[in-house]
């Protein structure tokens, strides 16, 4: 139906940055929301970023100056620009995009990636 294909992560230094990426394909007639979460051991999932449609952001405090997001429409791509970064920021990240599956039905539902793990060190 739609896959999430995640890339990006790794083991990073304190201060330095990794570019997170995520493609949607599959049977796809129109992509809504598409946003990054995160799950550190022992937490829930949390919200990082999420832009919509027509291009607006909304960030959780926690990463607001460091963090930026950004989608490529053409190509069903999410990304996640993420600077600065702090022991704190590690965890599994995870993309969810809402997508539209059918023609006939105008609902959107939400797809997740299989997650893709990012390490920061002291």
């Known amino acids: 139906q739609v896959q999430l294909v995640e890339s990006g992560g790794g083991l990073v230094q304190a201060g330095g940055s990794l570019r997170l990426s995520c493609l949607a394909s599959?049977?796809?007639?129109?992509?809504?929301?598409m946003g990054w979460f995160r799950q550190a051991p022992g937490n829930e999932r949390d919200l990082v970023a999420v832009?919509?449609?027509?291009?607006?952001?909304h960030y959780a405090d926690s990463v607001k100056g460091r963090f930026t997001i950004s989608r490529d429409n053409a190509k069903n791509t999410v990304y996640l620009q993420m600077n600065s970064l702090k022991p704190e920021d590690t965890a599994v990240y995870y993309c969810?995009?809402?997508?539209?599956?059918?023609?006939?039905?105008?609902?959107?539902?939400?797809?997740w990636g299989q997650g893709t793990q990012v390490t920061v060190s002291s």
């Open positions: 832009i919509n449609s027509e291009g607006g952001t």
């Open positions: 599959g049977t796809i007639f129109g992509i809504s929301d």
């Open positions: 969810n995009v809402r997508v539209r599956t059918t023609f006939i039905n105008r609902n959107y539902s939400p797809f």
